[in-house]
Each structure stands twice: as C-alpha cells, then as structure tokens.
C-alpha cells in the first residue's frame, strides 16, 4: 500500500504530564470556577493527607484571593495559598510533589486517603504554568531541617519532571510544614454548591480533628475582591482518625489491565509468591484451586516478569472462577459518630441532629463504609421548601459537581423522608433547612469520572447508603415528633388565648348578658380548653420520654452514641419547656426555638460511657 | 355532657323570623354550658347519602337521625368564634333587611376584623374559610342561607308562558306583578326565594315543561310551543340551582299543573338533574322539602323512543373519564341511594338499568332528527308523548 505523504508523519510518544496539560479538564479544570476549587482542594488533601500519615493534628491556613484580571477572557488572577503543620518534605522531594505526574506515595497502596494517583497537584502546578507563566512557589521544612528550603516549581511538561526554580534556604518561624502557592486564572465563587464556602464546610465536618483558617474575599464583585476576611473553625477532636493499614488488593476486584500491572511492582518474585504477597485472601489453597483448574505448576515457578500476556490472561479468567473470601473490611476508616456529632456543630447553629455510622460491609465486593450526618441549621429556618443542602464525600473529599449521577444522591432520594416528617417531592431530595450530609470511605471507591466528582451508583452502594440514611432519618424522626407537640402545645394556649374572649364577648353581645356573666363564662372556658392544654402536655412529655429513651430503639449495628440531649440542654440553659411556651405564646418566639438556641449556645453531647470515661 | 342543638325544631324552617330567637337560645345555652365550666355541643344534621331516607309518599329525600357534634375544645374554639361572630352579621342583615352574596359576606367579615385588631385572629385567609362558616351555620341552624339574607346568583331556570301571572311582595312592602306574556321574547328569570312569589293563571294552564338544555327550551318558544300550548316552558339549564328547584315546587303546589322533564338519556341526567329536581339531593337534605318537586315526571329522552323513532344514539366513551364516572355512580345509585331504591320510582330505575347494561346514551336534541325539514317535530313529539302517557 502506497504510504500517503500525511499518513506518514511521525508517531511521537507523548510523556504523562503532555498527556494531562492538554487534558486538564479530565481533572477538574474544565470552567473557572472549578479550576479554583480544584486547585484548593488539591493542596488541602494533600496537607491533611501528609499530616495524618505523620500523626499530626492538622491545622491548616488558606488564602483565596483575587488579585487583578486573568489573562484568559473573562478571568480573574487569583492567588491561592495553603500553609499546614505537616511534616514538610525533603528540599529534593518537593518537585517531584509537585511538579511530576504519578509521582505519589499512595498510589495503589489500598488505602482510603484522599489523594490516590498523584495527578491533581501536579496539574494544579501545570495550570498555573499554562495560565500564568509561574509554578508553584512553594515553602517547606521538616523537624529535621535548620531551615526551610524555598523555590518555585514547574513542571518539565515534555518529560514529565518538576524542576525547582530560585532555590534557596531562608529562615521560616515554624517547626515543619508545608506552605504552596499557586497564582492561577479562575473565579472565585463563594455561595452554592460549587462555592468555596461549601466545600470548606464540608471539609470541617469530615475533618473533626483539623482546625481551619481561611482568608476569603468577602464579596466577589469588582470591589469586594480585595477586602479579606479570616474565619478560624477550631478542631472538636483532638485524636487523629485510625488510620488503617494499607490491605493488599483483592483479585476479584481488579481488571485484567490493573492484574498486570500490579504485576510489575514484584519484579522478578515467583509467581506463587506474587500471588499470595500481592494480594489479600490468596494462599496456599488458592494456588492449589488454580492448579485443579489447569493451570501448570510450573507457572508459579517462573519469576512474574517472565509470563506472557497469554499467561496472565489465563491465571486472571482461572483465578476469577475460584471463590475467595470476602476483602477484609479492616482497611475502612472511620470518622464515627462521635466525632461527626460534634463536627456537624461547625456548620453553623443548629436545632438538632442525628448521625450513623453503619459498620464497614462489603459493597461490589469491595469494602465500604457509609455515615450519615443530618442536620437541621437555625439560619436555614426559613428554607422550608427549598431542597435539603446535600453534602457528598468520597474518602472524605467533598464532591460538588455532577450531583444527578451520584450514588450518594440517587439513595438520598429513595428513602421516603416524609415518613420521617420531611417534606418531599416524587423521587426528589427531601424539603427543608436541613444538611444531609452522607461519607463513603474505601481503600476502592469507584468513581465516575478521573476529577473524581461523582460516586459511581452501583445497586449495592446505594442500597447501603440508603440503609444508613434510613436509620439517621428514624433518630431525626423523633426531634421532629417532639417539635411538632411542642407547636402543638404552643398553638393550643395561643388558641386559648386568642379566641376565648372573642367567643364569649359575642355570645354576650348576642345574648345581652352582663360583666358578670361574661366574666363566669370566661372563666368556665378557660378551665375547659385548659384541660386540652393539659393533654397537650401530656402528649408532649411522651414524646420527650420517648426521645429520651431513643437508644433502646437504635439498631444494633448503630453505636450507642446518641444525638444532642434536647431536654438536658434545655435544662441547662434554664429553659423550662412548659412555661417557655407559655410565656413565649406572648413574646411570640416559640419554645422549641428557645430550646434550640439554647442547644446550639450550649451543645451537650451525651457521649457512650466509655468514650465518657476516656 | 351539656347538649346545645338548634335540632329538630327547626326542621323545614320557613319563617325568617324565628332566626334571631334561635340564635339567642342557642347563644344563651352555649353561654351557661361556659358558665359552668360544661363542654357545649352542637349538633349539625349529617347531609350525606348514608343519612338520606327516601319515602315516596313524602316525595323527597329526607334526614335520618346522624348528627354531627362539634364540641367546643382547643381545637374547635376558632370554628365556634368565627360562627358566632358571622351569625352576628346576618342577624344584622336580617335586622336590617340587608342582602348579601356570600363573596359579599367575606369581604364583610374582612373589614370587621380590619376595623377590630382584637378579632385579628379570626381573619379569612379566602371566601372558601367564609363561605364553609356560613355553610355551618346553615347546618346548625337548619335553615337556609336565603333565610339569612345570604343570596346566589341563581342561574338556570328561564320561564316562558302566556298564561303565567307572578306577584312578588318588595322587602319595603312595594307589590310588584309580572304578566309573561307581555316579556316577549325575554324569559321570567326565578331568583333569590321564589318559595315567596305569588302565582295565578290567566286561563288554565296544562303542563308545565322543564327542558334540559336552555338552548332548546328557548328554540321550542321561539318556534311557538307556549302559543300553541297553554302551558309554562322552563329550561333548567344543566343540574338544577336552588332557584329552579324551589321555582318548580311553587309551580308543582301553587298551579297544580303536571311538570314533565324533558332531556338526555344517560346516567349523568337521570342522577344529577332529574332526580335533584324531583326528590332533592343529599347535600340538601335539611331543605329538600322546598326545593325539590317530587311531582315531576320524566318524560325522555326513553329509551324505547330510540327504536320508535329511530333517534340517533351512541356508545358511552370508554375513555371519556366523565361518562365512565357517571356509570360508575349509577352503580352506587342503584346500590345505595333511597330514591332508587325505592319501588315507586321503578321506571327511573329500569332506565339505569338499561343505562348500564346497553353503555349507550342519547340526547335531547336527537328528536330534531326525525324529521330534518320540520322544525316542530320535536314539538309534536313531546306532545303526543304526553298526551299518550308515555313518561315514566
């Protein structure tokens, strides 16, 4: 065949960061906005990710800011800046960090960090490069180092290679940690479910133990750019969440592609030995199953190196067909109920809550674990028909893009909320000024997309989070139950109230009847509704008692910790139920409102005893 | 418990008058029920199907024994407010001589409230909060809300007749008559209580004629029916109003003439027409016994005038979701409702019967087929009709 002129121009092999410079909206830098938002987050998981790793308590300090126009049509300049207490990195190491592709401690490593491939920081220095001819000036000690080295990175985009550019040492006023700043071309968007602020929520919220500083804009427009406003979220647990070690992974859940290439990381090991190292749930049985399914003993002799694809074909079918042990649910993290019920509290005040931690199970024969916080936030008070604020982590990242297609938010909509006394539309989010707020965490999450935006929405998955949705509705249920009383209890002395001398005066005025008996008559009504007041009562201390006796009902498989004690706190703020909404039927403010913002003035945590005890 | 009831005294209560006496004692035992710290009650007859009783020599569905209580608590305290401060008001109109719609009443109330701020809490959100005390009171009352001076704007009910003579005594005492035969074209329209019109006949009138359609009605006079025929065409213009129910009772006791009703063949007309034009509806019970002619007689569309006079005729949609309700409440009729169960009414309910079972219905108009070219035919047709006694 006769080779046309064009058809035989040069096949060229593109190195890794070529690939993503030209691909960067695959990695959440496909509008504006979302380049801002991913930047941030970027050098926030690494941060947290670095200092949990090391066993620090976190305390991160960021700045967004805008600094002029962007170069790209209708673009700002923006200036973001992450500064932790990590435990820095070695001058030699920073631009691999940040200046070269895949280059990650993490990668493949089954366990459920943030940050899994080692692309996103690196594209976020690629960003800054293509939009603002810098890279990212970066700032960074260790405990072991007399000073802090200092440079700006780039990445070498044809070869795949941070270079670190102005190296020098200075002096820094911290023991460790990690200072990045990258000048970039986006927008700054506060509000709303892409906002910054949103995403920074939900990082508190999952991040018990992280105390946050962030320096933002307090207004977007042209003049609110520049004046800045520092908010500090102090950390609410002082422990750092067990980290579990890392687990092999677990053949079942592996494609042909990613068996081999777990393949290459062993080198020249024997194949048996490859097989029951490299994986969980593989020994000496498996290889024997194997065997009985044709494959020859000869195979697991040979060094890993030495098979052929036909080969590893073969052992992956073979090795598919054999049942193996479940993965072992031991790599899941937790936040736990207790950290979430005091972390839910940062948000904002709020009038009651309730959190679940669904013990880790096996989803798409991965292991998962699922928690759920729901809150109702005061501020959001008048919000009762607009759609619940949903808050969606994946390994405790928020996602704040692509919501429609997310596992989290199709479980979100198949739980019946009204049961639980929430408004909601057919097959839609539930009604109200509530924060659902739902946490997935696997050393394996499959995500839709490499930005990794959306949980992918497996039948198993859902049916779990559903399953936790359910029982935090169940807790939340009885807040609502008791609220709805106590209104009741209000709106029946207001009625009393209200429309006792109106009956009478015009029974009176229609009878002609005098003071006196006007007076008796009031009277006699009074005693009369009074006794439905009484029952009101009653009814409502039921439902105390039964929102007291909340933990018998709880499932098994919830912890015993319970939501935010209503009644204790009210009693600790002295609020009398009773007589608040007797008095407040005049002062127009209702008792639970009182109660709740004594409850949010005064959280009280009523915590299992052990968790008391220590 | 202390029982308060307007009750059965007031049963088919005509007399206005007796309306500000009631109020006062059930006001006055409401008050000593409160005076003594009782819990007072009131009872309501239950207007509903399950409470209707249908004896033919009574001719019109009459109210069992249910009543509906409401006891004054937390709950009730707003209902039994907002009553006592309406009844205030239409005792006033009574006083008065003043007459309202019920739209009227609402933006009334509205403005006793705005000009009050301690009755602030009684306030009408929309007419249908007014509109359900007014109904209420009604209830409580037995009465009608005609008797409280509480007007609809009636429609239907377009009388034709050269021999009819109305005589109408003015609230300010002022005697009006009207002669219909001097109206030319234009029809007697029967408002507000036609039970107090006075009627007379100039020369003795035949039948009367109550013609579903209003349309039809009015082609049947302007083709010569009421010069041809001594007798009153009145169209009824859909299900009958209160006006054309209590017009055709004054007509049916006060002329003695035999009413025919004449309109289409299908369950809808049989139920919602006829049968509220002759025995009243259970909505209705408490006044049935004015508004409601039990002497009417259906005289077609039959079922047999299809095949004699060969009517143009067709099949009830299956998909029209109307026509298939309509069926489906013959049903229920036939099951439940008094009237037709009963014998006297056999033909009525031979016809539903046929209705059901043939799922095909035929309009009033269908006897302008029979013979295109002669715009009397369905003159001639209704007459012979009558006079050979073919009505049920």
Known sequence: MAKDSKASAKITTSSTAEYFSKNLQQVGFSSQVKAVLT?????????????????????????????????LKGSDKIRIKVLDNGPGIDGDDIPKVFGEYLASSKFGRGRCSRGQQGIGISAATTWAQLTNATGAKVISKTKA????????????IKNNRGNMKDRETIDWDRPHGTSVEFTIDGRIQLNGEAGLLNYLNGTVLVNPHLTLHYNLPTGTGEEGGKAMERTTVERVASELPQIPEATEPHPHTMKLGEFIAHSH???????GAWLKKGFSRVNEGTIKELVAAGIKKGVFEKNVDQLDDAEFKDLYTKIQNIPLMAPSTKSVLMIGEEALAKSIQRLGAVDFFSVVSRKPTICDFKPVEVEVAIARLQERGGESDNPVQVLRFANRVPLQFDKAACAIVQAIQTVNWRAYGLGQPKESLPLGPYIVAVSVVSPFIKFKNASKETVDASEELVEEIRRTLIQAGQRLSKYIKKEFRANELEEKRRYIEQFGPILVEGLCRITKAGDSRKKKASDGLMKILGRDADAAETALELAQAKLGGGKSSASAEVSDTDPIDVEAVAEDAGVDLKRASKKDAKSKKTAPAKVAAAAAKKPKIILPKKSAEA | MAKSTAGSNRQGGKNQGDLPKFSREI??????????????ILYATKCSLDNSFYNHKVGYLTPGEKKVATELNVSSVKKMSRAIFFLEILLRNIETGGVNTKRELYYIAKGEVKHNSILKPLD?????????????ICELFECYREDFNCYANDRGGQTYSQHLVVHETMPDGEKATVDLSKLGTTPFQPKNRPQNLKLSAKKKIDF????????????????????????????????????????????????RVPLYFFGDLDAYTMQNIYRTLKAGSAASLIRNQDYSAPEVRFLGVLPEDIKKYQLPDYAVKENDAQEVRALKKAQDALKNDPFFQDKKNKGVTEVLHWLLKNKRRCEQQ?????????????EKIIVEKIKRGNYI
């Open chain 2, 27 to 40: 006001c006055e035992r409401l008050l000593v029920d409160l005076e003594k710290a009782k819990r007072p």
């Open chain 2, 366 to 378: 269908a006897f302008f087929s029979v013979d295109p070219r002669d715009p009397l035919m369905p």
């Open chain 1, 39 to 71: 930047t941030l987050k970027e050098a926030v998981d690494n941060a947290l990710d670095a200092c949990e790793e090391h066993n620090i308590l976190p305390e991160i300090e960021l700045w967004v800011e805008k600094m002029g126009s962007g170069t």
């Open chain 2, 124 to 136: 009408f959100a929309d007419q249908d909060e007014s509109d359900s005390v007014i109904d209420f």
């Open chain 1, 265 to 271: 990381l062993f080198g020249r090991t024997k194949v």
């Open chain 2, 208 to 255: 009367a004629l109550v013609v579903e359609s209003e349309g039809t009605a009015n082609t049947l006079v302007a083709n010569g029916f009421t010069k041809r025929h001594n007798s009153i065409l009145i169209g009824a213009g859909g299900v009958p109003s209160n006006a054309v129910r209590g017009w055709c009772k004054l007509l049916q006791d006060q002329l």
């Open chain 1, 145 to 156: 180092m007399r000073k802090a080295v200092s440079g700006t990175v780039e990445v070498d």
